[in-house]
């Protein structure tokens, strides 16, 4: 039979003084600024057939009405560069649930099915889609004016979340917003899609003006150190050059 001591029977945790506790280096658990609302942002794009490019623009252009009224549209684009036969929309949702609701809304629509939908699925060949938060730092804005150019740009980040590269993130982006070498519309996190992702949406005047903003943004010493503190997290990046179609709300 084992006996055991007295003193064997006391806790198995170490008791660390106030000052040496202090001194240890703190766990930080979380991955991020928190999200203080629910309004997410769902992007979609759409992949159309060469041959029926015109005809499914001309076709959203007569029957978005149908789709509108059942939730929030943000913007609709054609993608000029960095993509062919493709458009980009972005819808807003207060919740998951008013989302869900809308889908179900939409799928006993029988205008919408009819007049839409039967005729534009044909039309497509493939869809895809991301869910979004605009990062706590970021509010959506309309540009100055309308008309011009918008560029999204998407940079997929090394693994690891804000915390590792939120900082940086930022400061990449804030450097060419605050110059005027762009006007930034929003800045955008994935959290359906893939993971680690994240969106600056550009507004510019004109193609040309863009390309003459970047020339003086590379001039730029902070936005040089920036993009230089940023690029050391970024694992690839893509962008989209894109014109607002004659019914989207942000032109």
Known sequence: MLKFRS???????????????????RVRLSTGPQQKHTTFYEFRTYSIRPDQNAAFLKLTNEKIHLRTAHSELIGYWTVEYGGL?????????????????VRAALA???????????????????????????????????????????????????????????????????????PGYGKLVG???????????????????????????????HTDARVVAAVRNSVIHLDSQENKLMFPCSFSPLK
């Open 7 to 25: 003193s064997s029977l006391r806790s198995a945790a170490v008791l660390v003084s106030p000052a040496a506790a202090a001194a240890q280096p």
């Open 85 to 101: 036969n493709k458009v980009f929309h972005i819808w807003k949702y207060d919740s998951y649930a008013q989302r869900a609701a």
């Open 108 to 178: 006993q629509d029988p205008s919408w099915i009819s007049e839409y939908i039967s005729k534009a699925m044909p039309m497509l060949t493939s869809q895809d889609n991301e869910v979004t938060y605009l990062v706590p730092w970021s509010h959506l804005q309309k540009p100055p004016q309308e008309g011009g150019v918008y560029e999204l740009v998407s940079f997929q980040m090394h693994p690891g979340g804000p915390a590792v590269w939120g900082n940086a993130f930022q400061a990449a982006v804030t450097t060419h917003d605050a």
């Open 187 to 217: 800045a955008f996190s994935s959290e359906f899609g893939l993971l680690n992702r994240v969106h600056a949406l550009w507004w510019f005047e004109s193609a040309d003006q863009r390309a003459e903003v970047r020339h003086k943004a």
